[in-house]
């Protein structure tokens, strides 16, 4: 078991019921589900599947694993669902089909339906504290890295199985690969992470410092994970522990370490899972591996894209069944662009590289006119925004032809308030139509939702999982130390997060702030806008305003000594 010197705050977890969520208590035992089976009322069995409920598997400590286990009869349901989370968390579906899936696909994973005629088996294991499994649910890093590894030594060994062992699947699903790969497992012979969060301090629960854990707090701790024991309690750690400690930065796999063939997607859309796709695609440390940047919502992307589907069984014969179907003659990189407003994205864009080689890396300084402007102002001067409301100060730019960017964006700001010691800083970059208005992208085809416009749409249903307004960069000024060693890309700056340096009055600060990464096409006549604020302002991201830590004025210092810009990735 990992040994931190901070000791993890857990808090009780709602133990499984019988009958919510698909469980159906614990009940080791062995079923066949004859082709045609469709209790789901949607996807039949192409074949008999068997399916081996609540099978064991033992880790180094002693604690037991439990798994479902779907496979072919003829070798030697329960759960949360994909098609129960369509339901609970988005509108139409998420504009998948009933009939997509079979209902025996566990949440953010693969379906046996599609697996199993092909000769695959499909283990779902209820990780530590999950369910009936022993132990506390510790959410990612070394713990559940060590459980991984274990168990797919002991799957490995199964009579069914041919010793070739690959993992696929989206958010946690895909995040655990990183954490378990770099651990090496001699069994594992392949990796599908489908968009996966590479730094759960950095990129997901305190993103700049300052904590964003709502999401996981007020939805999937509470409803959706359950359990007999404890869990990991993020919030009360970072309560506790808000600067980054040996525990927090467990949970930031060294992925230099993974040496397996690995397919990686990603997405523009994604407020978590983007960036450590392409931290996966820079430091994964094998030539096979792949990158495919898709338009789309990640769940869309997984359940209802069958370029995915088909792609993710080529590359998984190839690499756990030893097929040689020419998969090595897949394009290395793809990538895409949204072009918001009714326009579906442009996809399958191939690329040497990422970022590409001829990206053209261009300074927009900000001026006093509000424009965004390729010199910087001789004069320094100073713009202001009340930090305490939706007060924001924008820079625009609009362009003469259509323009590409694509790629990791940054800011660099020299700013200052009297009013208060720190800083919590949000910039956004969003689309404009001719008009200087703001453009929203949709996050699934239009030809797979029931509306025709974003006026159809009611405000619930405008949640960012639907609806993507361009790309966030956070900090928290007291943060602003960058250790220039971990950096993976020069825009995307490294903070180790590990001591405050607060702001004195009135002193102007230099902070660099990672935006996340962003593709967009631009018409002529569209343009940018560059926002900066006191409060997150894209698509909501179910979080609060309750850990923001703003006062008085925020004083952006633009032209001169303090030339204020950001850095654009034009292709």
Not at 274 to 279: D, L, N, Q, S, V
């Amino acid at each position: 078991m990992p040994y931190f010197k901070t000791q993890p705050i857990v808090v009780s977890t709602n133990p499984p019921i019988l009958g919510e969520g698909g469980y159906q208590g614990f009940h080791p035992h062995t079923e066949v589900l004859p082709a045609g089976w469709n209790e789901f009322n949607a996807r039949p069995l192409p074949c008999d599947v068997l399916v081996e409920h609540d099978v064991a598997l033992t880790v180094r400590d002693g604690a037991k694993l439990y798994c479902d286990i779907y496979r072919p009869p003829n070798t030697t349901t329960k759960k949360f669902n994909g098609l129960s989370s369509l339901r609970f968390m988005t509108p139409w579906n998420l504009g998948i089909p009933q009939t997509a899936l079979s209902g025996l696909e566990k949440f953010e994973g693969p379906d046996p339906a599609e697996w199993v005629p092909r000769g695959y088996a499909i283990v779902n294991i209820d990780s530590r504290g999950s369910f009936d499994s022993d132990g506390v649910m510790c959410i990612m890093g070394s713990q559940e890295a060590e459980d991984g590894y274990d168990s797919i030594e002991q799957l490995a060994q199964m009579p069914w199985c041919n010793g070739a062992i690959g993992m696929a699947g989206n958010s946690h699903l895909a995040i655990i690969q990183w954490f378990i790969a770099a651990l090496r497992p001699p069994s594992l012979k392949a990796i599908a992470p489908w968009e996966g969060c590479g730094d759960l301090y950095r990129e997901q629960f305190a993103r700049g410092g300052i904590y964003a854990g709502d999401l996981f707090d007020k939805l999937i701790a509470k409803h959706l994970l359950k359990g007999r024991h404890s869990i990991e309690s993020f919030k009360e750690m970072y309560t506790e522990h808000p600067l980054a400690n040996d525990w927090w930065n467990d949970k930031r796999p060294d992925m230099s370490k993974i040496q397996v063939p690995t397919y990686i997607t990603g997405t523009w859309t994604n407020t978590m899972h983007g960036m450590g796709a392409i931290r996966g695609w820079l430091e994964v440390d094998t030539p096979h591996k792949w990158l495919r940047w898709h338009g789309t919502q990640e769940w869309y992307d997984l359940w209802g894209n069958a370029q995915a589907r088909d792609e993710l069984l080529l590359f998984f014969d190839r690499y756990l069944k030893d097929e040689k179907n020419d998969w090595e003659q897949t394009p290395r990189v793809r990538m895409s662009l949204l072009r918001f407003g009714l326009k579906d994205p442009i996809s399958n864009l191939v690329e040497e590289d990422f970022p590409p080689k001829r990206t053209n890396y261009q300074q927009l300084y900000l001026a006093s006119d509000r424009k965004l402007a390729s010199q910087p102002a001789t004069k320094s001067t100073v713009i202001s925004y009340n930090s305490e409301s939706d007060d924001s100060a924008q820079f625009t730019i609009t362009f003469d032809k259509v323009t590409r960017i694509m790629g990791l964006p940054k800011a660099v700001l020299y700013m200052s308030c009297v009013d208060y010691d720190d800083l919590d800083i949000y910039v956004f970059i969003e689309k404009i139509d001719a008009r200087g208005k703001p453009m929203k992208n949709l996050n699934i085809p239009w030809s797979a939702v029931p509306v025709k416009s974003f006026d159809e749409m009611k405000p619930e249903e405008q949640t960012e999982v639907v609806i993507y307004k361009g790309p966030t960069g956070i900090l928290r000024a007291s943060h602003r130390e960058i250790d220039q060693s971990k950096r993976m890309h020069p825009n995307w700056p490294f903070h180790p997060h590990e001591k405050e340096e607060k702001v004195r009055s009135g002193e102007v600060v230099r902070l660099e702030i990672g935006i996340w990464a962003f593709g967009v096409e631009y018409e002529a006549g569209e343009g940018l806008r560059f926002v900066v604020s006191g409060r997150h302002k894209a698509a909501s991201n179910f979080g609060t305003l309750d850990h923001v830590d703003n006062r008085g004025r925020h004083q952006i210092h633009v032209g001169g000594d303090t030339p204020s810009h950001i850095v654009l990735p034009f292709v």
